[in-house]
Each structure stands twice: as C-alpha cells, then as structure tokens.
C-alpha cells in the first residue's frame, strides 16, 4: 500500500510512518521544512516538500498520484486564528479535493474529540477557532465521494502506545489518549474496511484498537 501523510513531520504522523514503513508500505510524508527531510528517511519513508497552506488542489493532486490512501495529520498548533483556519480548514478541503482529483478515494482525517457544534466553545474562548476549523472540514469530509475515515482522540499525551482504547469517553472524564495509540489506528483504520463512512471517538481505555476501529466494541 502507498500512503501519502499530510503534516508528516507531526508526533503521530512520525509514529505511523515508522509502523506502516516497518511493515513494508510505501510512506510518502508531506512536510513543509526541508529540514525535517532526513527525519522522514531515517524512518524509512520519502518527504516531500510542500506547504499545504498555499498549496492548490492541483499541486497536492500531483502529489497524491498513484497513492492508495491519504492521512491528513497537520496542524497549525495553535497560533493566529488566521493561521488555524488556513490549515485546519482551508488545507484540509483542498487536500480532500486533491485526493478526489487523484482518484484517490481513501481518506483519513485525524481530528478531536467531540469536534461537533453541540460541543463548540464560544466565539471569545481561544480554542473556538480550532474547534471550528476541524469542524468544518470534518463536515467537508463527510460530504465529500471519499471513502473516508474520521479518527477523534481525546486531549493527546506522548505515553506509550496500548492498543487498548475506550471507544465511548465521558465527555466530562479524562480523555487522554496517547499518541501511539492515535498512530496505531490510523494503521487499523487503513487495513480495515468496516471504519469507512465512520467517524470514531476514543481515548485510552482497555478495549483492544482492532476492536473499536473494527467497530465491533
């Protein structure tokens, strides 16, 4: 399988390129330093370097050709709502309308938990533009003719991986989720057809990854 990681010099992004190279896929990972290019081949994955905030969809088309599937892991990591809105958002519909123009039909997102309108902070909070922007492309997403998968971790943290997960997080109970185990779903959500068409919550919990991503839990 050849898959294409957009944002992949990202924590998740480095871990699931080291798992999916390690078990013999092609890895091409999107970064924007050319810095981080031997990062990428240390794990045995090929960068390219593109900045997906100016990208066209065109450009990213290009990129994406002969690609089996494309996982969208970048981030503004906070900052200028400008900034957020031009990667969260924009980035992220034109990468969608990339792959449809590659015909690559298989597309991951990696978003948040709860990244609905129900749970939106108000316009003032200084995470609504982040909210907002993941929102709107999850919505994008979802409207779109890809078959896509919608991965929503809860509040991040760089503990070991489990491959254990609670697959329905009280949204008022901690919701750490380590970022291994986000990489290690990514991986199951692309070996797994039964996670197409779905948006799935999780944090870490003691459900087997299979499982919840299988949708069985």
Do not use: C, W
Not at 48 to 62: G, P, Q, R
Not at 134 to 156: N, Q
Not at 198 to 210: M, Q, V, Y
Request: glycine fraction near 10%; avoid cysteine.
């Amino acid at each position: 399988m050849k898959v294409t990681i957009i944002g992949g010099h990202g924590k998740i992004a480095l871990l699931a390129a080291s798992r999916l190279s390690e078990r013999g896929d092609e890895v091409l990972s999107i970064v924007r330093n050319p810095e981080h290019v031997g990062d990428i081949a240390e794990l045995g994955a090929t960068a390219v370097v593109l900045d997906v905030e100016s990208a066209s969809a065109a450009e990213l088309a290009e990129v994406f050709e002969g690609s089996d599937a494309i996982v969208f892991s970048a981030g503004a990591g906070g900052g200028a709502p400008e900034r957020t809105y031009a990667v969260d958002r924009d980035a992220a519909i034109r990468s969608m309308n990339g792959a449809d123009i590659a015909g690559t039909k298989r597309f991951i997102m990696v978003s948040f938990l709860n990244a609905d309108t129900e749970h939106l902070v108000p316009l003032d909070d200084p995470f609504y533009p982040y909210m907002a922007a993941k929102i709107a492309a999850d919505e994008h997403l979802r409207s779109s003719d890809l078959d896509y998968t919608i991965l929503a971790p809860g509040s991040l943290t760089l503990e070991d991986a489990t491959g254990a997960l609670n697959p329905a997080p009280e949204s008022s109970a901690d919701s750490s989720t380590s970022r291994g185990n986000v990489a290690q779903a990514i991986v199951a959500a692309l070996d797994e057809p039964a996670s197409i068409g779905r948006t799935i919550g999780f944090s870490d919990g003691n459900t087997p990854l299979e499982r919840v991503i299988g949708g069985t839990s």
